[in-house]
Nanobody, 124 residues
Framework: QVQLVESGGGLVQAGGSLRLSCAAS????????MAWFRQAPGQERELVAA????????YYADSVKGRFTISRDNAKNTMYLQMNSLKPEDTAVYYC?????????????????WGQGTQVTVSS
């Protein structure tokens, strides 16, 4: 079992930055894929970025490429999402997820562990 707790959300003006953190607990090994998803009101949950268990490979949705950076520190059991040049359309609840896979996973159904979510609101 893996427990995930997100932090770092908040209200920011367009063009600003935020850094989200996801603290994992409950397992001594870090050999699982992790990702950030987001869900805006009335929309489906979408994958924002994913990272290989080693941190050596990443995936980004086209909508955030060049603006967001995903990273992880396995020594601290923590994953991050640095969000720069934020836009109002980035407003959503952001969820941290972990999956029992040594591969870089981009399929939502393969993520079995989820955090409670943190709200990100970008004002225009």
């Amino acid at each position: 079992q893996v427990q995930l707790v997100e932090s770092g959300g908040g209200l920011v003006q367009a063009g600003g930055s935020l850094r989200l953190s996801c603290a994992a607990s409950g397992r001594t090994s870090s050999s699982y894929s992790m990702a950030w998803f987001r869900q805006a009101p009335g929309q489906e949950r979408e994958l924002v970025a994913a990272i290989h268990w080693s941190g050596s490979r990443t995936y980004y949705a086209d909508s955030v490429k060049g603006r967001f950076t995903i990273s992880r520190d396995n020594a601290k059991n923590t994953m991050y999402l640095q969000m720069n040049s934020l836009k109002p359309e980035d407003t959503a609840v952001y969820y941290c997820a972990a999956g029992d896979s040594l591969a870089l996973v981009t399929t939502p159904s393969r993520y079995g562990y989820w955090g409670q979510g943190t709200q990100v609101t970008v004002s225009s």
